[in-house]
């Protein structure tokens, strides 16, 4: 781990951030050299994803230091979740206008409880002076042939989804409107819950999946290109929370489940013979699933309402905060 | 691989990205799905080590788009080479004001042509809207055991370096200075040139290992904290290029030289029986590498002129650039 913030204060915050990691029995080097080594067991690919959150692009720029901490680890552990893996390790690159050692220990609430939560090691990246921006990569482990893909996905497939839609999208329509927040819903935005036990549930189930950082919409549309095929959404099925529910009208919230991005649940397709299966597997890991639609010969995504007429989509695309 | 920025363009850079990429056959998936899946070999510990650079901090906006990908990927590959690792694949999160495919084509000229050199695989990663940012995460394998670490410095061992000192640091001078800017010593600062080869020679041989990113002082500092002992460096044995010899007086020079960063070169220390042996690994692996002074008890160092004064390093602290 290397640290490139100016002056005296630089040194403690790598040292800092190695006092309070605890390293899993597979980190054979963690933070303090060049880079980590680690041992992979034998007979598992590695798995592997990376993504940034810049201020004020990926979250309002008052956000808590702990609930950034913890954002920025969740949605790449999402995408782990999104292939069926098992979490393992992550590095951390900082970015920060100077050294803030108090908004680092924030950062590091968040960020810790939940690798703590998920047994994930942090062993190395770095922290160098910018922006306020936070790249996180991930590494699982998955056997072969095992991994969840977006190419999978067959004509005659159900789609599900787990948790409820629309509630981080809400939370930033809130935030936005300078309307007051709803705490749930605030709480969905700030600090999403990666399905990685479910997402482990499905590998002999599913057979497409994608976590929905986009908006169902578009990631849905994510999983048909790369498979060849047509998905048919219904989207008076799409599950909401009493939350949502209670604040937002039915045309809004629709539009907040069909296109908000930042929900971090996950939208996969399986075979009409499994819905029970499915089910009783998702309770097994404690996480809720709907059907919401079906897998279509075509392409693309197709919404329609309850009495099958087309859903207007057209304010459902996703929007960035900011 | 996801793509967070604005506008049509966003996936057609994905695209972009994806079509230029070459997978090493350890790759079972790459770009285009939530994760990448690798094939780690059996009886190898993987490496990993993550660099951001940030624009203005890092490296002069004026920087060609190409230089800034070519050095995003070297400093990363650096601490693989100064672990002793082979390097196998990449990810990258490219953070940028707005979707600019000439600026991207540009960049993946210099990152892809190293990444070709060196057969390292980019497998994912993402692009966000934010200030100009890249953090790479690069992968690498190694056998256990072999391994080259900072913390194994012995009383007595020789210091090695790599190549010339300084160069890096000389080019920023001139820019800053606004000095007509020498073509060999802004190659060595826009594209420094990892030392891969000579970092897999030396596993039999080096005792610790530290690539020089901070300046030669301070990193050296790093190896004598992690391994328990001091350093004496002898300041008129450090290597300087004919074009620095041209371009700067001697103290500028050993100002440089000494405490300049950005020269990615390896630092290593090896028992002096080993003197031959050293020089004859390194010439296999066709970098130079010179003796710089010895291991000591104690912490610290100290940097020595010719006739053993200790040498005024006050201006020798690592400054960034910006």
């Known amino acids: 781990?290397?640290?490139?913030?100016?002056?005296?204060?630089?040194?403690?915050?790598?040292?800092?951030?190695?006092?309070?990691?605890?390293?899993?029995?597979?980190?054979?080097?963690?933070?303090?050299?060049?880079?980590?080594?680690?041992?992979?067991?034998?007979?598992?690919?590695?798995?592997?994803?990376?993504?940034?959150?810049?201020?004020?692009?990926?979250?309002?720029?008052?956000?808590?230091?702990?609930?950034?901490?913890?954002?920025?680890?969740?949605?790449?552990?999402?995408?782990?979740?999104a292939m069926g893996a098992e979490p393992a390790w992550c590095t951390l690159s900082l970015s920060m206008p100077q050294s803030d050692a108090g908004w680092v220990d924030g950062f590091l609430d968040g960020f810790l409880e939940l690798a703590a939560q998920r047994r994930v090691s942090l062993v190395g990246g770095d922290t160098t002076?910018?922006?306020?921006?936070?790249?996180?990569?991930?590494?699982?482990?998955?056997?072969p042939g095992r991994a969840l893909r977006r190419d999978g996905a067959r004509v005659g497939d159900d789609v599900w989804v787990s948790g409820t839609l629309g509630d981080a999208g809400a939370a930033l329509q809130q935030w936005r409107d300078g309307a007051p927040r709803d705490a749930f819903l605030?709480?969905?935005l700030d600090r999403p819950t990666p399905r990685i036990a479910l997402g482990l549930a499905l590998a002999d189930v599913a057979n497409a999946c994608i976590d929905i950082s986009d908006g169902?919409?578009?990631?849905?549309?994510?999983?048909?290109?790369?498979?060849?095929?047509?998905?048919?959404?219904?989207?008076?099925?799409?599950?909401?929370?009493?939350?949502?529910?209670?604040?937002?009208?039915?045309?809004?919230?629709?539009?907040?489940?069909?296109?908000?991005?930042?929900?971090?649940?996950?939208?996969f397709t399986a075979p009409g013979e499994l819905r029970d299966e499915v089910q009783r597997l998702a309770a097994q890991a404690d996480t809720a699933v709907t059907?919401?639609?079906?897998?279509?010969?075509?392409?693309?995504?197709?919404?329609?309402?309850?009495?099958?007429?087309?859903?207007?989509?057209?304010?459902?695309?996703?929007?960035?905060?900011?």
């Open 186 to 188: 605030r709480q969905r």
């Open 1 to 81: 781990m290397t640290d490139t913030l100016h002056g005296a204060a630089e040194f403690d915050l790598i040292a800092r951030i190695r006092a309070r990691v605890a390293n899993r029995d597979d980190v054979v080097l963690g933070i303090g050299d060049d880079a980590a080594l680690l041992q992979v067991p034998v007979g598992q690919h590695l798995v592997v994803a990376m993504d940034t959150l810049n201020a004020g692009v990926h979250f309002p720029e008052d956000t808590a230091p702990a609930d950034i901490g913890w954002k920025a680890l969740a949605v790449n552990l999402s995408d782990l979740a």
């Open 291 to 322: 059907r919401i639609g079906t897998v279509i010969e075509g392409q693309g995504v197709q919404a329609v309402d309850a009495d099958g007429a087309v859903w207007n989509a057209s304010r459902a695309g996703y929007e960035h905060f900011g």
């Open 216 to 267: 169902l919409l578009a990631d849905v549309a994510h999983v048909c290109r790369a498979s060849g095929v047509g998905v048919s959404l219904r989207v008076g099925d799409l599950p909401a929370s009493p939350a949502l529910r209670a604040t937002f009208d039915e045309d809004a919230r629709r539009a907040l489940q069909a296109g908000g991005g930042d929900d971090y649940e996950l939208c």
């Open 129 to 143: 002076r910018g922006p306020l921006s936070i790249s996180v990569t991930v590494h699982g482990l998955v056997a």
